[in-house]
Structure formats: structure tokens, C-alpha cells
């Protein structure tokens, strides 16, 4: 039996990736918190190879990190997000205001996974997006 175990998904037409970009478009994204917490994420077309992967394998069993081989800060991702929209990214938004807008939602924003695919690797997985930026180029490009 298998487990993926994935981190954000970046997808142009829905979930995370389209609310940041939407915030990031006005001009009013910014880091959250200090922006030194990991950050793990995979784009969608890895996300998907990696479930087909899952299911036609059956080397690929127990917990698998369905992420990017390169993880990066918050404060990294807001910069990669706001040069991949040619907007700015001053503000900053402190951990409490996180906490008060989005109550328990917050610690999954704030909290720190510095999280690897070290055996999707091992069983030979090959990513499309390892660098943050081509999977923005390709999402938002």
C-alpha cells in the first residue's frame, strides 16, 4: 500500500497558486510571517505523474513526499512569485495578523516542513519542475 503524501500543488486554475497569484496581481503580496519557513511544493503535472507512478509501480509503496526536489522559503517563493508577475512584494504580513485572519488555517501558512522526496528519488522518479520558476513560467507564463 501506498501514501503520497503531497505538498502544495501549483496549478494555474485553482487552489493555492491562483490565490496567490490573484494577491500578488494587485500588488499587495508579500512574505508571511518572518518568510524562513519551508515551503514544499510540486507542480501539478509532477503531482500527476507521480499518482500514476503510485498506481502502475509496485516498488513504490509506504509514505512517499510527492514534492519538488528543491524546496524553498516563503520568503523565496514571494519573490520568485512576484518577479514571475512583474509586481512588487513589499508588505509583509506579521504571524499574528495570519493567525487572527485565518485562525487555525495559519499554522499550516506559518509552520516550517522542509520536506524532500527522498524516496520518490530513489525509486527513480523524474520531475518536469524541479526549480520554482519554471513551474511559475509554466502556471503563469
Do not use: C, Y
Not at 503520497?4 to 510571517?33: C, H, N, T, Y
Not at 515551503?39 to 500527476?48: N, R, Y
Amino acid at each position: 500500500m501506498v501514501k503520497l503524501r503531497f505538498g502544495i500543488v501549483f496549478a494555474r486554475a485553482a487552489g493555492a497558486l491562483g490565490m496567490m497569484a490573484s494577491i500578488f496581481k494587485m500588488g499587495i503580496g508579500g512574505r508571511l510571517g518572518s518568510g524562513q519557513q519551508w515551503f514544499p511544493w510540486v507542480h501539478i503535472d509532477d503531482a500527476a505523474a507521480a499518482v500514476l507512478a503510485a498506481a502502475s509501480n509496485p516498488d513504490w509503496s509506504g509514505t512517499i513526499n510527492v514534492v519538488a526536489p528543491n524546496p524553498v522559503t516563503n520568503a523565496e517563493l514571494t519573490k520568485a512569485l512576484a518577479s514571475q508577475l512583474r509586481r512588487p512584494a513589499f508588505f509583509a504580513v506579521p504571524g499574528f495578523a495570519v493567525r487572527l485572519a485565518l485562525g487555525p488555517l495559519a499554522d499550516e501558512l506559518l509552520g516550517s516542513k522542509h520536506v524532500v522526496p527522498e524516496r520518490a528519488a530513489k525509486l527513480g522518479f523524474h520531475w518536469k519542475h524541479t526549480q520554482l520558476a519554471s513551474a511559475l513560467e509554466a502556471e503563469l507564463g
